[in-house]
């Protein structure tokens, strides 16, 4: 049996430390908005080089608290790629904002620039370019569409972090996700939001703690939607390790790269130039989809669909009126992509039987 993730594995690492802290926690009774929740927010700013860090309760409503602090008027328009969790809609939609989708490009399945800047219209207050799979969008493009045509820019950062890219521009305003399975994981549900603004950081404090500086003092209408200080915890420990679990994600990554590259059908996940990728997914595409999984999963391993519906395809998402067709390139990526085991405890012996079976799999097609 060949794990999809071993959360188990990581929780060996820092299990000493998070259990001497849950009892910090629970001697203190500090459990909400404890020390521990500043300290993570001020080491997560600084590991991310943004000065401002905010914890939230989850990465979706990191989006949406995002997009709410930057003052995208309701009924507005946000574009973002087709091909994402659907979180990334959901969170627009519970903003006020309709969801406009963009295509992706088809070597790195990252959100298509020129598929975004047609996308735009009058109504267009937001983009949220999606840094999917571990590696972040073009963000120079993206920063200059979104300068040109007045947008707000939300990255959803939620799978990328530690990853980097060359010359991009600074982080305005991002979002991300500490859901277990994340690079930086949590035991539970936590996320925040990432900016350069002090007015914005300001405003998005106040809206997941209830509209609210000072104690029964309500500014605004808002949230609760805090960082648990329990997930805190935990997360900082974590980020002690991120940056060498990042390292032995890369390394598993090339050993794959290496394994599978002369495997006759396998396509190999791209990183696109300036990059730094952090392979929180590691994604190959492969014809009969669908089959090599069910044939994976009858020999023990653990493979994924990361995503096998792009968002307009969605029941949850008819009401935008798109139709199959719409997004051709996401649309053929869903049906070609699958997810490899990946996480920073992955052996290459098991790497090697992943390979192996794979190759057998495609041969017996
Ligand atoms: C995980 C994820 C989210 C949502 O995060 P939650 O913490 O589960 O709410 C949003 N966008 C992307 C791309 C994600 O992978």
Not at 11 to 19: C, F, Y
Not at 174 to 187: C, D, M, V
Request: with cysteine; proline share 7%.
């Amino acid at each position: 049996m060949i794990p999809f993730v071993d959360l188990r594995a990581a929780h060996a690492e820092v299990a000493e430390e998070v259990l001497q802290g849950f009892d910090r926690v629970l001697q203190d009774t500090a459990f909400v908005q404890g020390p521990d929740v500043a300290a993570f927010e001020k080491e997560y700013a600084e590991y991310s080089g943004v000065p401002h860090c905010i914890g939230i309760g989850n990465g979706t409503d990191a989006i949406e608290l995002a997009l709410r602090a930057a003052g995208a008027p309701a009924g507005a328009e946000a574009v973002l790629p087709a091909n994402t969790f659907v979180a990334t809609a959901e969170a627009v939609v519970r903003a006020g904002l309709r969801p406009v989708l963009a295509d992706c490009d088809d070597d790195h399945l990252l959100i298509d620039p020129a598929s975004a800047e047609a996308a735009v219209g009058p109504d267009t207050a937001a983009i949220l370019p999606v840094h999917l799979y571990g590696q972040q969008a073009p963000m120079a493009a993206v920063q200059d569409l979104a300068t040109r045509r007045g947008l707000t820019l939300v990255e959803d950062a939620a799978q990328s972090q530690g990853s980097e890219q060359q010359n991009r521009p600074a982080v305005g305003l991002a979002a991300t996700s500490f859901y277990p399975g994340k690079n930086l994981g949590a035991y539970g549900e936590a996320g925040a939001v990432l900016t350069s603004s002090p007015e914005l950081a300001r405003a998005v404090r106040l809206l997941t703690n209830h509209g609210s500086e000072a104690k029964y003092r309500h500014e605004t209408l808002g949230f609760n939607s805090r960082l648990d200080t329990l997930q805190a915890v935990v997360l900082r420990a974590k980020l002690k390790r991120l940056a060498r679990w990042n390292e032995l994600r890369r390394a598993a990554a090339e050993r794959y790269d290496k394994l599978l590259s002369g495997i006759e059908g396998v396509r190999l996940p791209r990183t696109a130039p300036g990059n730094l990728h952090v392979w929180h997914l590691y994604v190959v595409r492969v014809p009969s989809r669908d089959k090599v999984m069910t044939s994976l999963h009858a020999a023990g391993i653990q493979a994924q669909i990361h995503y096998p519906t792009p968002v307009h395809l969605q029941p949850a998402f008819q009401y935008l009126g798109y139709a199959p067709g719409d997004f051709p390139v996401a649309e053929k990526a869903a049906a070609e992509i699958l997810s490899l085991p990946m996480h920073p405890h992955l052996t290459p012996s098991q790497q090697e039987q992943v390979a192996e079976t794979l190759e057998k799999i495609l041969n017996h097609l």
